[in-house]
């Protein structure tokens, strides 16, 4: 198995732009989760997809920012407009779903706001 | 609701010496608690997981950490430091029956040849 496939690696862009971020979660995971990772907060959980229905997304910092799951193998997550403070790593992993299972993560997608 | 801290961003070992990474977890019902590792310009990787099936808990890498109810901790050590031991380490927490996974701020390990 290939892993979970974020795309792009890194994604550098002027401030007001919409960013969009991609993610495959492994083939016959149920949950998809998506992570922020700064220097100054750490990991925060942004939202969390269960059998491709959102289940918490209290994580997520405002309206600026959505995220959709289509089909069980393919989530985005969407930034419009972008702002400097939106600069960080975003993760995404995914889970089998059974519950208490460790999670899977992709590389990250590195994004720069300017 | 359940967190996870952890004492000391950042932590130097000597090669060959004992690490000792520091997570106390917080939570109001019989937590699982993971630690994981992230290296350079990676995702993060599950080191080691605790299930309430044993309060010692073996991972990979020669890692292990102990549950301690009573002192709300859940350590991870290892008795000899490598160079490739060098990366951040996250302790998490999840509660049971729930996904969502919280993270503690991460310590960063530095292995000093």
């Known amino acids: 198995d290939a892993g979970v496939i974020q795309s792009p690696r890194h994604e550098v862009t002027e401030m007001g732009q919409e960013v969009t971020l991609r993610c495959k979660p492994i083939?016959?995971?149920?949950?998809l989760f998506w992570y922020r990772q700064t220097m100054m907060r750490g990991l925060e959980l942004l939202i969390y997809f269960n059998n491709n229905v959102p289940i918490d997304d209290s994580g997520m910092p405002e309206d600026r920012f959505s995220a959709k799951m289509p089909n069980a193998s393919f989530s985005t997550l969407k930034i419009q407009p972008s702002e400097p403070r939106d600069s960080a790593v975003y993760f995404c992993?995914?889970?089998?779903?059974?519950?208490?299972?460790?999670?899977?993560f992709g590389s990250g997608t590195q994004l720069s706001v300017l | 609701a359940q967190s996870v801290t952890q004492l000391g961003s950042h932590v130097s070992v000597s090669e060959g010496a004992l690490v000792l990474l520091r997570c106390n977890y917080s939570?109001?019902?019989?937590?699982?608690l993971f630690w994981y590792v992230q290296y350079p310009n990676q995702g993060l990787q599950l080191l080691l997981k605790?299930?309430?099936?044993?309060?010692l808990v073996k991972g990979i890498n020669g890692f292990e950490a102990e549950f301690k109810k009573s002192e709300t901790s859940f350590h991870l050590t290892k008795p000899s430091a490598h160079m490739s031991d060098a990366a951040e380490y996250f302790c998490?927490?999840?509660?049971?029956?729930?996904?969502?996974?919280?993270f503690g701020i991460g310590t960063k390990l530095q292995v000093i040849p």
């Open positions: 992993a995914s889970s089998p779903g059974q519950g208490n299972e460790k999670l899977f």
């Open positions: 998490a927490v999840i509660q049971g029956g729930y996904q969502k996974v919280t």
């Open positions: 083939s016959g995971h149920n949950s």
């Open positions: 939570s109001s019902v019989p937590p699982y």
């Open positions: 605790y299930t309430s099936a044993a309060t």
